[in-house]
Nanobody, 122 residues
Framework: QVQLVESGGGLVQAGDSLRLSCAVSGRTFGSPIMGWFRQTPGKEREIVAAIYRGSNVTYYKDSVEGRFTVSTDSARNIVYLQMNSLKSEDTAVYYC???????????????WGQGTQVTVSS
């Protein structure tokens, strides 16, 4: 059983920074990609950023590239999302996820966290 526990969400002002953390436990072999989705009411969940463990190859949604950084602490099995220069449109529930390549390509990783709210006031 794989478990993901997120932390670090909150209320900030536009231009501020926030770091999300996601601790992953359990049998993660076969789930080499870790990353973050977000969702706002009435909209579909969208990929924000992802990282391939081992090679550290990353992917970012266009609107966050240059402002957000995804990284991992392999020893502790934690994935981070550093968010800088936050904008009101970044307001969403952010979900940590992990899975294999095929699952991520379908935007349907096998394992998900419970979500953490990020609210950016303008």
């Amino acid at each position: 059983q794989v478990q993901l526990v997120e932390s670090g969400g909150g209320l900030v002002q536009a231009g501020d920074s926030l770091r999300l953390s996601c601790a992953v436990s359990g049998r993660t072999f076969g789930s080499p990609i870790m990353g973050w989705f977000r969702q706002t009411p009435g909209k579909e969940r969208e990929i924000v950023a992802a990282i391939y463990r081992g090679s550290n190859v990353t992917y970012y949604k266009d609107s966050v590239e240059g402002r957000f950084t995804v990284s991992t602490d392999s020893a502790r099995n934690i994935v981070y999302l550093q968010m800088n220069s936050l904008k009101s449109e970044d307001t969403a529930v952010y979900y940590c996820a992990t899975g294999n390549v095929d699952d991520w390509e379908k935007q349907a990783p096998n394992y998900w966290g419970q979500g953490t709210q990020v609210t950016v006031s303008s």
